[in-house]
């Protein structure tokens, strides 16, 4: 057994020497084997990401749903024509990690319309009771596996992160299901200034 060891030892020892001789080459092959981290230059670090799933998504008027349907991978609803209605997400938020309290940098959304006479019309960010940031007449519909919003100002976190979608259902004769896939945020740390 400890011949085993001492050869697949060798065995490393020897990649890395032959790398190391390739100069630039071998450095940029042993980089790009690397893991490396998701961020741009010039960007802080994501320090917390938290996604929520769809189908534990609020509906603020059920009243107006033709129909609403949770299965294990979304939430499916049906708006009545001509009505509109809020959907509300409830991030997990991660408020203080380690002495040092995370800012909202960006949320994201998962979502289809089942035409295009029922549309995301407004996104609402809050932190607990306070509103830090929205986004009207945004008017999506159709398929959108990922929208990245930037909340404004990167605020820090006091309570918890919501995320409330505006949709308009339209009077076509056409479908008016809407899914939702999930929601999250990025959450990250800024040197005081």
Known sequence: ?????????TSR??????????????GAAVAALTPGKVQA????????ASWIQGYVMQVEHPELLAS???IGW??????NPGTENWFHFAIPTPVVVND?????????????????????RQV?????????????????????WFERLIVPNTPAMGYGLGISVG???????????????????????????
Not at 74 to 79: E, I, K, L, M, N
């Open 1 to 9: 057994m400890r011949e085993s060891i001492v050869a697949n030892e």
């Open 13 to 26: 020892r020897e990649m890395l020497l032959k790398l190391s001789k390739m100069g630039v080459v071998g």
């Open 41 to 48: 230059q010039g960007e802080p670090a994501i320090s917390y």
């Open 68 to 70: 609403d349907s949770r």
């Open 74 to 79: 979304c939430a499916f609803v049906t708006g």
């Open 100 to 120: 040092v309290r995370l800012q909202a940098d960006s949320i994201m959304l998962r979502f289809d319309t089942g035409s295009a006479d029922a549309w995301v």
């Open 124 to 144: 609402d960010i809050w932190d607990g009771w306070k509103q830090i940031g929205t986004f009207p007449d945004l008017n999506w519909s159709g398929q959108h």
């Open 167 to 193: 949709v308009d259902f339209g009077v076509e004769a056409m479908d008016h299901g809407m899914k939702f896939y999930g929601a999250g945020c990025d959450f990250v740390t800024r040197p005081s200034a």
